[in-house]
């Protein structure tokens, strides 16, 4: 699956460091959000391994009581990604005009995407970096709610359903030789669509789709 030209397109198509250029210091998903991601984190991810967090900001969710042996982040301000005290070392990096990372091959247990995947204007190509870094049995965790700066997701991302973001990654998974089949975890919110919208109440919905590198 590739996603043609217009799919790719934002409504703010300025350059993405200016956008990011300021800090922000908040979290965009709500706590039952970031618990049941860190739980998650909990369940997969193996202690003493090597992680990375792609598109990362000052807080990386992962679990408290787990040590990794390198945690390496990436993102687009440098104020959060050093306020991030789980990151080992970072680098700055806009995805949308250089997709390639600048990582060895297989080096990764696992590479971690959390609310951001939206913004990826070529997808296919972090897809395929994704696997390159990963070690063979290494997990790529990829993690969403609805909530998004829709000015800055692409087209195919603003104008799905939030069930057809779910097979828009899939796809991105389907789209590199070599993973296996994504699984897929759903946790729907208990609050009204309506005071969501109006952004009442909290209760994200939790979105998580999960490969592996065959």
Request: with cysteine; hydrophobic share 35%; charged share 25%.
């Amino acid at each position: 699956m590739n996603l043609n030209p217009t799919q790719r397109t934002k409504l703010d198509d300025t350059d993405d460091t200016q956008f990011y250029a300021d800090p922000r210091f908040v979290t965009h998903v709500d706590e039952n959000f970031i618990d049941q991601l860190t739980e998650l984190y909990r369940e997969r991810l193996k202690p003493n391994t090597r992680i990375f967090d792609m598109m990362s900001s000052w807080v990386s969710h992962l679990p408290d009581d787990i040590e990794f042996a390198h945690v390496e982040g990436h993102g687009m301000n440098e104020e959060e990604l050093a306020k991030n005290r789980r990151l080992n070392h970072y680098f700055l990096q806009n995805l949308n005009e250089n997709p390639k990372l600048p990582l060895p091959d297989a080096d990764f247990d696992a590479v971690l995407n959390c609310v951001s995947v939206q913004y990826l204007q070529y997808p296919e190509a972090i897809f395929h970096e994704i696997h390159r870094i990963l070690k063979p049995g290494g997990i790529a965790i990829i993690s969403f709610s609805n909530r998004m700066f829709y000015q800055k997701a692409i087209q195919a991302w603003r104008d799905s359903s939030e069930q057809n973001r779910v097979e828009l990654v899939k796809n991105y998974f389907k789209s590199v030789p070599g993973f296996s089949q994504p699984e897929i975890i759903f946790r729907p919110s208990t609050v009204p669509a309506f005071l969501q919208m109006l952004g009442m109440g909290g209760g994200d919905p939790f979105y998580a789709v999960i490969a592996t590198k065959l």
